[in-house]
């Protein structure tokens, strides 16, 4: 087994015969990936084209992403995506991104077959390594620790064709009350691979977050009572408005406010946050890497009337190559503007918007920190089911 970094392919030239090495490799990176996510959700609902795993690791002007490999023979049997968030560079500069100064972001997957053998070890030291030379000095991960609820998401042995793993690819815990304020701390399953791996590589847990699934077939009256329940737009002096894809140039300059407001106020635990400043050409970027990533973003927002400005917005993502699946993406009120039922209201017409775009939609997935009580409230009362954990693991290097 040896072990190297990855030059990425500017594009996936699959029509040449023979493949370019460059697109060969990341097409076996991509494929594992995805055989990795298939196993532990029992789905493809994760999958993630090869073309859009390219892009994803390139589009984005505040992030960079590197992969090291492990190989037997011709054959990846692993890898490590180190992610490097940097500050974009000023409009027009000419300038490269100017590196945040201390955090890094790594993803270790290794084929089942290959396991306990010291692949990811390996792979771990090859990216702490690239991170400390590259002026970081936080290394973060995050992971899918257990399913709660596999039959929240049709859980179901795929691909295990060629594999000796056919079930019990993951732990099962039963799932706590997510409306009980005085709930003790989500338990981590700490025997679970992802947890074993961490512990035994020096990082410890930042913060546990859940994941979260709601049943697309059962959401119309859950999102349509809560929409009519709400009197936040009547009482309040706000406007509802909504849009897909880019931001409308009259709201552009609000809606990156709150985007830098979420990165700032999330909760976060002891998870250490880089400094993200969003504005206009931030905005644009990001919506032009979503572009390239074949992610279409829909959005609800209010404006509050008295000031023409957005105070809440609330974002799906979704992919044309995965009609069957969704994803929540940030929900966020404004400080000034909480505590009169924004925030249910904005997820509640995001999901009948969903439907009425992608009717062939069954999941819909939201990850929330534990500590979020009041969107975790507000996810109960439109029918999301804890499905898993989702830890946050740190080292200082």
């Not at 990156?256 to 644009?284: F, I, K």
């Amino acid at each position: 087994m040896n072990t190297a970094w990855l030059q990425l392919p500017d594009a996936l030239d699959q029509a040449r015969l023979p493949m370019p090495p460059a697109t060969a490799d990341f097409l076996q990176v991509a494929q594992l990936a995805n055989l990795v996510t298939s196993l532990f959700w029992g789905n493809n609902d994760f999958y993630v084209s090869p073309e859009n795993q390219l892009a994803g690791a390139t589009a984005r002007e505040d992030l960079r992403t590197h992969f090291a490999v492990a190989r037997e023979a011709d054959r990846i049997i692993g890898y490590a995506a180190l992610s490097l968030p940097f500050d974009p560079a000023a409009p027009g500069s000419g300038t490269e991104p100017s590196a945040q100064p201390h955090t890094a972001e790594v993803l270790i997957e290794v084929h089942p077959d290959f396991r306990r053998r010291g692949v990811g070890s390996a792979l771990l030291r090859e990216a702490e390594a690239e991170a400390v030379r590259r002026g970081r000095t936080v290394m973060q991960s995050w992971t899918d620790n257990a399913l709660l609820d596999p039959a929240a998401v049709g859980s179901g042995p795929v691909f295990t064709t060629g594999t000796s793993l056919q079930t019990g690819l993951t732990p099962v815990v039963p799932p706590r009350d997510q409306n009980q304020d005085d709930a003790g701390p989500v338990a981590l399953r700490r025997q679970a691979p992802d947890a074993a791996f961490a512990a035994a590589h020096g990082y410890e847990l930042a913060q546990l977050e859940w994941t979260s699934v709601l049943d697309l077939r059962e959401a119309a009256g859950a999102a349509l009572r809560a929409e009519s329940a709400s009197t936040a737009v009547a009482d309040h002096g706000y406007e509802l408005v909504g849009w897909e894809g880019a931001c409308p140039a009259e709201d552009a300059e609000s809606y990156a406010q709150l985007l830098g407001r979420m990165a700032a106020e999330a909760p976060a635990g002891a998870v250490e946050r880089a400094h993200e400043a969003w504005d206009v050409s931030r905005l644009r970027a990001e919506e032009r890497a979503r572009e390239r990533m074949g992610l279409t973003m829909v959005t609800s927002a209010v404006r509050d009337r008295a000031t023409g400005r957005l105070v809440g917005h609330s974002d799906v993502e979704t992919f044309a190559d995965l009609p069957q699946a969704a994803y929540q993406g940030n929900t966020l009120v404004h400080p000034e503007h909480r505590g009169r039922g924004l925030a249910l209201l904005l997820k509640a017409v995001n999901v009948s918007r969903l439907l009425r775009r992608q009717p062939e939609a069954v999941r819909l997935y939201t990850w929330n920190a534990d500590e979020n009580r009041a969107i975790l409230r507000a996810n109960g009362e439109l029918g999301f089911v804890p499905a898993a954990t989702h830890p946050a693991w740190q080292k200082r290097l």
